[in-house]
């Protein structure tokens, strides 16, 4: 394959809209192909309806998303609170990956303020090392690659890890140019809205999405709303300076080198 791809690994649907979607855009007007794989179906996601319902409302909604961002969608393959460090997981992640063959892996933080987002992390990290290894077999089995891979970390959502302790990133990515297109692909999650006000008190679904990208964007000192990053240890993966996405992004990225 000769295009560019990035593959964005979330733990449920709307966890990529909210912390990763500004840069999907970026990404794609640079020429990438975009891949979007949440690995939980949602089903916890509803004060209403039951596991199979929500699971399939939020399906609907992730797909309406990944369309408005013009991704590609890679559905879930469990149920929430169901992302647990197992082989059979990693298996089923890293086929995602071999099938892709991203050059860009985007995924949450080590540290988190819900352990599915923490678990996706380790699976996408795991996963991505294993890409090539001939003697893992992941299921569907999908024949290894070795093409180099740069892995980022997002921000936690909330900005905070578990113990509230401020997660700084080293890149940002300026959103400013692509916010209203994140928003609407947020607003795609229309389930969530009500979900999200009972159950964590949010005022607004989508003003704490713009919230925390101003917040970000007044970190930069540069730009008014971004998405950060951390750039995950190229070994195992890439070469030692190997950005690609400073690279694709360069008018619309700082690279924070303290």
Partial sequence: MSEKRVLAIGAHPDDIEFMMAGTLLQLKTAG???HMFN???GSCGSMVE????TAAIRLQEAQNAAQMLGSQYHPPIVGDLEVFYTKPLLQRVAAVIRVVQPDILLTHPPED???DHMTTCRL???AAFARGMRNFTTHPDVAPVTTPLTVYHAL?????DALRRPIIPDTYVDITPVLSQKRRALACHESQKSWLDDSQGLDSYLQTMEDMSREVGGWSQQFTFAEGWRRHSHLGFCEPKDDPLADALAA???VDTA
């Fill in 32 to 34: 990438y192909a975009v």
């Fill in 39 to 41: 690995v939980a179906n």
């Fill in 50 to 53: 039951n596991g199979e319902r």
């Fill in 113 to 115: 303020y819900m352990e």
């Fill in 124 to 126: 996408a990290v795991s």
């Fill in 156 to 160: 936690p959502y909330g900005l905070h």
């Fill in 252 to 254: 619309y990225c700082r």
